[in-house]
């Protein structure tokens, strides 16, 4: 068999339900070595109960997972130690330091200490190594979960929105410590969040999840041009919207009114020849344009087009 | 095994450097014993007030020859009469009369302000509560006095006994380090499961290839060192202060101790091992701690509960823990009594231990 063509992590058709909701619903996945994956979806889209299945903690109504081949029914130790994850929520123990709690967990690897201090620096908290994980700031905090999940050098990392809540500034500085894992260690990565410039940046390959099923996927490109939707007009308007006729949109073309019904969200093939048709029956209807913008589609526009809602929610 | 000296090595500082926790496992069980302690056992002064209702004309005689001298005190509740009453054995009683009506008696009884209420006349009349153990010995004390002031209600002779080991500090203290070993590993070991597993940090550490078992152990481990350390303050100090010695076997002690640890580890990892709510964790914790300290005879003794109740409260595992550890140090116990009730100490605790990590919620 081929190495590279054989996908290091293996997803096939899982189903996932809780009392009420059928939280995972059919879900395949295949991801190459050495590739960031990002799986995109607002909250409840059924991320962390996917990610989780996959890290050995919930396991699957039916469906199969494998990661390099292996399962959880009969290799959990092996994947214990080709894992490496953090979770969405977790909090370490307060009155530990930085170093102690990193310690704690490379005993349970059986690593050597230096591993400790190799991680520090990874993930950039040598200066906070014996400060209590109580002192921490939140991208401190989500650093030291990283480390964590760093020690004992996985081959695969799952993380559970590592950036949730952080600032841009925190933000950034762990993306670029993933960025760097990718190219030093060839780390393969299933990355969740509802931040599509996260996505963007971080990963070869997106996933969207919505609703516990996967709404595409593909290379951002791959995404934008398949959807063929090439092109977004934002409008705001003087009086409510409600009796505006607009020029026919075609196949793919759409218009999302937002709440207000006086600005809309245009989803169209090709501005250069909608947008005078646009204005001309704008003014011919006696309604003037308090905002105008039109750009190229973004992944939050996708996810507007395909849900009517927005990702971030 | 480096990983269960690291588990236990974070327990000691999650310990040590929380001042709270410190305060009430290690402090409070001293100081407890030091209040209590003096409060049972120093010769202190007993105070009664009475109610007294009497006018000029329903006076008697015995009872005014009795109140001779009595020199009226400004207290807090208005001016009552006050006569001290000395006893060689029994030390000194100071009586309070609160000369008033029946409808300000009344009043001082509804508030507790006094417990007996005396109605002067040919007769003397007592008016208590005779569930009241405390109004029947103001009553009985009274009575004797009024009628004999010289002999003091002493017929027979009265022999105090304050030898070593007969006083209620020695029936306390045991009873204070068993309360100790199970507030100890209930609180600390229930506690600080429950509150990982809130945190998700159980589930962080199960998907790493730590030893579920180990962690669990470690508690164990890390409580009995702690106890250990708990108790030698306690037993340390009581020695200074009151003079109490371990009678019996040490050897005995330390097995109990031991078996104690066990019983309490395990009770308090079955305890902790579904819920992930601390709220929950907190009642089930007292649910479990409260009836065992009201009932195994810590602070007083479980023969006053009514028999059927008596057998069942010695199969508690405090009792057992308690009443063993009593044994040892004032009756002179060895192995001989302390072995039973060791041996189904460490039972519980095996059983408990094993029966709680295979119902254990870890994600
Ligand atoms: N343990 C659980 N019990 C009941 N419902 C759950 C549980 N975990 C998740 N769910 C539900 O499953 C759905 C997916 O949740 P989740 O995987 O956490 O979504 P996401 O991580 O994308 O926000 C949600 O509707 C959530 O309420
Ligand atoms: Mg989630």
Redesign the pocket.
């Known amino acids: 068999m081929n190495s590279t063509s054989t996908p290091i992590i293996e997803v096939h058709q899982v189903h996932k339900s809780?009392?009420d909701?059928h939280?995972?619903q059919g879900v395949d996945l295949a991801i190459q070595k050495g590739e960031y994956v990002a799986l995109l979806?607002?909250?409840?889209?059924?991320?962390?109960?996917?990610v989780?299945m996959i890290e050995g903690i919930q396991q699957p109504d039916a469906g199969d997972i494998k990661v390099k081949g292996l399962n959880w029914k009969q290799h959990q130790d092996q994947l214990h130690r080709v894992i490496g994850l953090s979770l969405?929520e977790t909090r370490f123990i307060d009155k530990l330091s930085v170093r102690e709690t990193l310690h704690l967990f490379s005993s349970f690897y059986k690593l050597p200490k230096s591993r400790v201090r190799e991680v520090l620096e990874l993930v950039r908290l040598k200066e906070k190594a014996k400060a209590f994980v109580v002192n921490l700031s939140g991208g401190q905090r989500q650093r030291l979960a990283l480390g964590i999940s760093l020690l004992n050098q996985p081959e695969v990392l799952l993380l559970?929105?590592p950036t949730t809540g952080l600032d841009p500034t925190a933000r950034r500085e762990l993306w670029e410590i993933l960025a760097h894992l990718k190219t030093a260690y060839q780390t393969t990565m299933i990355l969740?969040t509802h931040y599509m410039e996260e996505a963007d940046y971080l990963c070869d390959r997106i996933v969207i999840?919505d609703q516990?099923k996967v709404l595409a996927k593909g290379t951002l490109q791959k995404l934008l041009s398949e959807n063929n939707l090439g092109e977004v007009i934002d409008f705001g308007l003087n009086a409510p919207g409600n009796h505006l006729e607009i020029p026919p949109l075609g196949d793919h073309e759409k218009i999302l009114w937002k709440e207000d019904g006086m600005s809309a969200h245009l989803l169209v093939n090709d501005i250069v020849t909608y947008l005078p048709e646009l204005l001309e029956s704008v003014k011919r209807q006696g309604y003037h344009f308090t905002s105008l913008e039109c750009r190229k589609m973004t992944l939050d526009d996708l996810f507007i087009s395909m849900t009517g809602r927005r990702l971030g929610q | 095994m480096n990983q269960i000296l690291n588990l236990i090595s974070i327990q000691y500082k999650e310990f040590f450097r929380v001042p709270g926790i410190l305060f009430w496992t290690l402090l409070f069980p001293v100081l407890m014993a030091s209040g209590l302690g003096v409060a049972f056992t120093g010769q202190s002064e007993q105070i009664q007030h009475v109610a007294l209702i009497s006018t000029p004309d329903s006076s008697n005689a015995a009872l005014d020859a009795f109140l001779e001298g009595a020199q009226p005190e400004e207290l807090q509740a208005g001016t009552a009469l006050g006569k001290a009453v000395e006893h060689p054995d029994l030390g000194k009683t100071q009586y309070y009369f609160h000369p008033t009506d029946w409808q300000g008696a009344e009043r001082m009884m509804k508030r507790g302000e006094v417990a007996l209420v005396l109605k002067a006349g040919e007769s003397l009349q007592y008016h208590f509560d005779p569930a009241n153990p405390e109004a029947q010995l103001t009553y009985l004390q009274l009575q004797a006095l009024i009628i004999a002031p010289n002999r003091q209600y002493a017929l027979g002779t009265i022999r105090p006994m304050t030898r070593v080991g007969t006083r209620y500090v020695d029936f306390l203290i045991p009873g204070l380090l068993a309360m100790g070993i199970m507030m100890s590993c209930m609180w600390g070991i229930s506690y600080s499961l429950i509150d990982k597993r809130s945190k998700k940090l159980l589930r962080r550490m199960v998907a790493t290839p730590m030893s579920k078992r180990g962690f669990l152990f470690s508690h164990f481990v890390s409580r009995l060192s702690l106890s250990i350390i708990e108790a030698s303050l306690l037993v340390g100090f009581s020695h200074f202060i009151f003079d109490i010695q371990i009678q019996g076997d040490v050897l005995a002690l330390i097995g109990l101790f031991i078996s104690g640890n066990m019983a309490f580890t395990g009770i308090a990892v079955f305890v902790s091992s579904k819920t992930d709510n601390p709220q929950i964790g907190n009642g089930l914790i007292n649910a479990v701690v409260m009836p065992m300290m009201v009932m195994s005879g810590i602070f007083f003794s479980y023969h006053n509960f009514p028999d059927v109740m008596v057998s069942i409260i010695q199969g508690l595992p405090l009792t057992m823990l308690a009443d063993g550890i009593r044994g040892v140090f004032i009756e002179g116990a060895g192995f001989e009594t302390t072995g039973l009730p060791s041996l189904i100490l460490a039972s519980i605790g095996v059983v408990f231990f094993f029966l709680g990590e295979k119902i254990y919620k870890w994600y």
């Open positions: 809780f009392k909701v939280a995972v979806g607002p909250n409840g889209a059924g991320k962390t109960t996917l989780e969405q559970d929105e969740t999840l516990g």
